[in-house]
């Protein structure tokens, strides 16, 4: 069960992001109150958790002025925000605001533009509050840096957030904001998504749009939705889909909207689950009891829920090298100036990516393709394949990573985050969604995999989870133990 929580912010960031909005584009409320409120609650908890470490409200509140233009143009667009304040990564610029991407080269950048992903969520009346912390260029599953220091867990401020997107999911578990956009390459979206019990959608390449600027083309890094729930991770996505020429990857928007296909009375999904992806990374004891027991509740309200899992060949050493590409290319490619203060584990990402041969790199692109087709055929019985997202619960937040997972030493940070490897190495989607609490009362969370460009289908089925299952999705105060 959910440990007792409360919450003691403005009631409005209590409220569903999906109802704002309804709000807003009624003019039912107005969106000075909304930047207010959300002003209000970061002045509350950022002491506790130091989850958006750069706040733009006045940059908001000059944008309200905007709004009737674009509401003109944008009223019967589905994913139209209407003036509701949200959080992006510090990984993202945004026109006029810090973005320190967590490195000491870059604490005082201030950037000149917004990149075209911002620029969308802009035009279709999200008001940007504040940037959220991250590992130093996005390198690493606990959200800290030299310059913000550590995002702490909001329900238990001696916790790890998770990362690389720690602060956005922090800032929707408080009620900081509604909506919080992260980014995805190693669980970046799902793994603080499940530390903070809330959601985290790692998109379709090209659905929220492309690649990083430095790397158009590079599929394996991706914006995303994070929400406090499955119908607000619908509108989030809305928002954030469609065609522009300077994302080359990116999607039309599809013909029925996601929140249109979440609405439709949810049928009983088809469920393939594996408590461990056939032994690919290690689980304690107790997150599988509790995956389990999840599972049986689902399976109780009507879904088909099977133990199952195909054989997937060379994973492992598949995504590293896809990963590897990814830090050669993008922060391999920064000048030697920033290079120079590079931390220890952002040092190493590069130096693997850039010490990939010629082999490596032709085995991946053979082995992806080989992975893609296990899972298409595979999902073509099932909705959803449900794993964890993470094998442990929450650990202090000043470790780096667990070293031990149900008392196995596991080496590297990356194997503590394999599960995240399929989404990626298949470029399936994926979402991580609450599940439970441990007996200690730290999250749970499943992980659900997608069919080929399947984000509706996935949306429902974690729609119907999210219902057999009736978790409280409200924001709380940090339980501060620190």
Same mark, same amino acid.
């Given at each position: 069960?959910?440990?007792?929580?409360?919450?003691?912010?403005?009631?409005?960031?209590?409220?569903?992001?999906?109802?704002?909005?309804?709000?807003?584009?009624?003019?039912?409320?107005?969106? &000075?109150?909304?930047?207010?409120?959300?002003?209000?609650?970061?002045?509350?908890?950022?002491?506790?958790?130091?989850?958006?470490?750069?706040?733009? &409200?006045?940059?908001?509140?000059?944008?309200?002025?905007?709004?009737?233009?674009?509401?003109?143009?944008?009223?019967?667009?589905?994913?139209? *925000?209407?003036?509701?304040?949200?959080?992006?990564?510090? @990984?993202?610029?945004?026109?006029?605001?810090?973005?320190?991407?967590?490195?000491?080269?870059?604490?005082?950048?201030?950037?000149?533009?917004?990149?075209?992903?911002?620029?969308?969520?802009?035009?279709?009346?999200?008001?940007?509050?504040?940037?959220?912390?991250?590992?130093?260029?996005?390198?690493?599953?606990?959200?800290?840096?030299?310059?913000?220091? &550590?995002?702490?867990?909001?329900?238990?401020?001696?916790?790890?957030?998770?990362?690389?997107?720690?602060?956005?999911?922090?800032?929707?578990?408080?009620?900081?904001?509604?909506?919080?956009?992260?980014?995805?390459?190693?669980?970046?979206?799902?793994?603080?998504?499940?530390?903070?019990?809330?959601?985290? *959608?790692?998109?379709?390449?090209?659905?929220?749009?492309?690649?990083?600027? %430095?790397?158009?083309?590079?599929?394996? %890094?991706?914006?995303?939705?994070?929400?406090?729930?499955?119908?607000?991770?619908?509108?989030?996505?809305?928002?954030?889909?469609?065609?522009?020429?300077?994302?080359?990857?990116?999607?039309?928007?599809?013909?029925?909207?996601?929140?249109?296909?979440?609405?439709?009375?949810?049928?009983?999904?088809?469920?393939?689950?594996?408590?461990?992806?056939?032994?690919?990374?290690?689980?304690?004891?107790?997150?599988?009891?509790?995956?389990?027991?999840?599972?049986?509740?689902?399976?109780?309200?009507? &879904?088909?829920?099977?133990?199952?899992?195909?054989?997937?060949? /060379?994973?492992?050493?598949?995504? *590293? %090298? @896809?990963?590897?590409?990814?830090?050669?290319?993008?922060?391999?490619?920064?000048?030697?100036?920033?290079?120079?203060?590079?931390?220890?584990?952002?040092?190493?990402?590069?130096? /693997?990516?850039?010490?990939?041969?010629?082999?490596?790199?032709?085995?991946?692109?053979?082995?992806?393709?080989?992975?893609?087709?296990?899972?298409?055929?595979?999902?073509?019985?099932?909705?959803?394949?449900?794993?964890?997202?993470?094998?442990?619960?929450?650990?202090?937040?000043?470790?780096?990573?667990?070293?031990?997972?149900?008392?196995?030493?596991?080496?590297?940070?990356?194997?503590?985050?394999?599960?995240?490897?399929?989404?990626?190495?298949?470029?399936?989607?994926?979402?991580?969604?609450? %599940?439970?609490?441990?007996?200690?009362?730290?999250?749970?969370?499943?992980?659900?995999?997608?069919?080929?460009?399947?984000?509706?289908?996935?949306?429902?089925?974690?729609?119907?989870?999210?219902?057999? @299952?009736? *978790?409280?999705?409200?924001?709380?105060?940090?339980?501060?133990?620190?």
């Amino acid at each position: 069960m959910r440990p007792d929580t409360t919450f003691s912010g403005p009631e409005l960031c209590a409220r569903p992001a999906r109802e704002i909005v309804a709000d807003l584009r009624k003019g039912a409320l107005d969106p &000075a109150d909304l930047v207010e409120a959300s002003a209000t609650r970061i002045s509350q908890v950022e002491d506790d958790v130091n989850a958006m470490v750069t706040v733009c &409200a006045d940059r908001a509140r000059a944008q309200i002025a905007d709004l009737p233009d674009h509401a003109a143009a944008n009223a019967l667009l589905a994913g139209w *925000l209407a003036g509701l304040p949200i959080g992006i990564k510090d @990984l993202n610029n945004v026109a006029g605001v810090r973005t320190t991407f967590g490195n000491l080269a870059m604490k005082d950048f201030i950037a000149p533009e917004s990149e075209p992903m911002v620029e969308r969520l802009e035009s279709r009346g999200g008001l940007v509050m504040g940037k959220t912390n991250t590992p130093e260029f996005g390198a690493g599953g606990n959200s800290k840096n030299a310059v913000a220091g &550590a995002t702490r867990n909001p329900w238990d401020t001696r916790m790890n957030a998770g990362g690389s997107s720690g602060g956005a999911a922090v800032s929707l578990a408080t009620g900081e904001v509604w909506l919080s956009q992260g980014s995805d390459l190693m669980g970046s979206l799902r793994t603080p998504a499940a530390h903070c019990g809330v959601l985290g *959608l790692r998109p379709s390449p090209g659905r929220c749009g492309g690649g990083p600027a %430095a790397a158009k083309f590079l599929p394996e %890094a991706t914006s995303g939705p994070m929400a406090r729930d499955v119908r607000d991770i619908a509108l989030f996505l809305d928002a954030m889909t469609g065609w522009d020429p300077r994302m080359p990857l990116s999607l039309d928007a599809p013909a029925e909207s996601f929140q249109e296909a979440v609405a439709r009375a949810p049928r009983a999904p088809r469920i393939a689950f594996s408590e461990d992806q056939n032994g690919f990374a290690a689980v304690e004891t107790e997150i599988r009891a509790k995956l389990r027991g999840a599972m049986e509740t689902v399976a109780a309200a009507g &879904a088909t829920v099977e133990e199952t899992c195909p054989d997937l060949p /060379y994973l492992n050493e598949t995504y *590293l %090298a @896809l990963r590897g590409l990814h830090y050669g290319a993008v922060v391999g490619s920064l000048p030697q100036a920033v290079k120079e203060t590079f931390g220890e584990r952002l040092r190493a990402n590069v130096d /693997y990516g850039m010490g990939l041969t010629l082999d490596d790199i032709y085995a991946a692109m053979t082995r992806r393709s080989q992975i893609y087709d296990i899972m298409r055929t595979f999902l073509e019985g099932y909705d959803v394949l449900a794993i964890p997202v993470v094998g442990i619960a929450p650990a202090p937040v000043e470790e780096d990573f667990p070293r031990f997972v149900n008392g196995k030493e596991i080496g590297t940070y990356e194997n503590w985050l394999r599960f995240s490897f399929l989404s990626v190495a298949s470029l399936l989607p994926s979402l991580a969604m609450p %599940a439970g609490f441990t007996d200690a009362g730290l999250p749970v969370s499943v992980q659900l995999i997608g069919p080929p460009r399947g984000e509706a289908v996935l949306l429902q089925a974690a729609l119907f989870i999210e219902e057999a @299952l009736a *978790l409280p999705s409200a924001p709380i105060d940090p339980i501060r133990r620190h």
